[in-house]
């Protein structure tokens, strides 16, 4: 029952016991809505009055119910976001329940720092950088909104988050003192805004760093050997090219640096009032961890900068417990001191364990850009992708491979050729034979990453080359040529298809059946889906509570969010085991310059 006057809402909700994984229902007045599951086993009563919540919809007021369960009783757990353009965080419950989730926009929510999707692009255009200060206050304005609406704070018995990858943060000489001795009576920004020697951090989208990137692989022997080190050639948002930049460039400010943090490990040096260490994934986006015995590499820190192992600190299994929330969140928001903080790590390896893989899966992310994720055992690493340390299991590797053209591509041909319908597009998919009797099309609307071409390439099916195909060639083409090679690039790096290999789709692209028929044809393996929205927060929070209560993560975070069998293959190995070699072939006189 909800009732309302002008600034309260008042909700009563009288849950009977139905047993785990029913429904019940929500009303308001625009929606009624069944969400589950309920997670009481006997009769009980909430009653709960939100202010100025007139535009609750029904998804909040149950979360609202969740928190109030878990204020009296339940445990929760904390991930946090450190994005680009905003941080998020999310809190479940034991079961796995999202109980809060709340975000800072920094645009709009912090106009004084005049960032644009959260950076500051500078007039070279290449130069990408955002004001460290920045994320402190957003910070701040979180957990002001969270003790705003009554988050209970000491519910939360672990955390953990992720940054965006490669950004980087500079902690003037002898500021340590502030962050351990932060006074509950002020703001973090108020105490530490003028902590950092280099203002304006650089992040990901930085490509400024070229020259440098060049001079690493020089120093440590080429391309290739930087790859065999630190498992990724030299690039330009990596962070060991980025600090070389600032040490050739701003002298005074990079000796005047006492530690440089990454942004997951600057976020967790806010939690625990210390300089956090910095977690093995997303010190593999630095090109200056060695994959291979996960310690800094003393050639790659030599070429980048004087004492810079002292500078990074040690670097730690993301697993790990790094320590305690520190006084001051206990002090000024009311955290339990004994809630324990779990390294964060990058947003990619957070997501990761967002979708709760197992070892040998697959997971192919299917957006603007497609991406694709592997878990591996033994990385071949090579001069496209990247090979970065697993965030769950100690000793193993996780690939990242990044192709530009994805679904706006998808989307082009289904405009062109389908009239704009998905349906269209399946049908039409549908009336062509896996294989598509040996043509080959490769569309790169945008310049690829690998290979670096941009164009369309149509072969018939002797290998000659031709300007168009039928509209149904076309279709399937497109879906075949993007899915032979995300499969080719993940054997590259060492892939290896198995018995037991799943390939869990995500994303946007991952709603088409037809779609994913193609994927687990070529693939040769079974296509499982799932719908993890936020999954680099929701990663940490479940990575937190592995920390905290141990187990195997898959087990513990597949009963979270189970994959739900969408395609099994048919049997094209052969046909498609043709067409990768095709496209091996195609990509090395795209190489050569020979097409
Ligand atoms: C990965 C990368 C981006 C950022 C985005 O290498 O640069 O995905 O992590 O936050």
Known sequence: MISADKKTVHILILVGYRGQ????????????????????????????????????????QLRFWLLAMASSEGKLYLGFDFSTQQIKVIAVTEKFEVAYDEHVQFDVDLPE???????????????????????????????????????????????????????????????????????????????LKDCFSVEDSPVWMDASTRAQCKKLEQAVGGPEILTGITGSRAYERFTGAQIMKICETRRDAYDNTERISLVSSFAASLFIGDYAPIDHSDATGTNLLDIWSRDWSQQCLEACGPNLAQKLGPSVHSSEKIGQVSDYLVSRYGFNPDCIVTAFVGDNPASLAGLAPGQGDVIVSLGTSDTVFLWLTKPTPGLSGHIMANPLNRNDFMSLTCFKNGSLTRERIRDEKAGGSWEK???????????????????????????????EYRFDGDGSKVDSFPPEVEVRAVIEGQF?????????????L?????????????????????LADIFNSPVYVKDVPNSAGLGCAMRAMHTLEGGNFSDM???????????????????????????????????????
Request: positive net charge; charged residues 20%.
């Open 113 to 191: 720092f005049k960032t644009h999707g959260g950076v500051h692009i500078q007039p070279d255009h290449v130069t990408i950088t955002t004001p460290t200060r920045m994320w402190v206050k957003a910070f701040d304005l979180l957990l002001e909104r969270m003790k705003a609406s009554k988050f209970p704070f000491q519910n939360v018995v672990a955390v953990s988050g992720a940054g965006q990858q490669h950004g980087s943060v500079f902690w003037s000489t002898g500021v340590n003192k502030y962050l351990r001795n932060l006074s509950p009576d002020q703001t973090m920004y108020e105490q």
């Open 425 to 455: 597009f399946s049908e039409m998919l549908k009336k062509t034979p896996p294989g598509n009797n040996g043509v080959l099309g490769i569309y790169f609307d945008q310049m690829e990453i690998q290979p670096f071409i941009e164009g």
């Open 498 to 518: 198995g018995p037991k290999t799943r390939i869990i789709a995500t994303g946007g692209g991952s709603k088409n059946q037809e779609i994913l028929q193609v």
């Open 21 to 60: 994984g029913q429904g019940f229902h929500c009303q308001t007045d625009t929606s009624t809505r069944s969400i589950g599951p309920v997670l009481c086993s006997s009769f009980c009563t909430f009653f709960i009055s939100v202010r100025s919540a007139s535009l609750l919809n029904c998804e909040q």
């Open 484 to 496: 032979i090679a995300r499969k080719v690039h993940a054997e590259n790096v060492g892939f290896q």
């Open 557 to 595: 975070a597949g009963k979270a969010h189970p994959s739900v069998l969408v395609a099994s293959p048919g049997q094209y190995t052969e046909v498609y085991a043709k067409l990768s070699a095709r496209y091996r072939e195609f990509e090395k006189m795209a190489e050569d310059g020979s097409l």
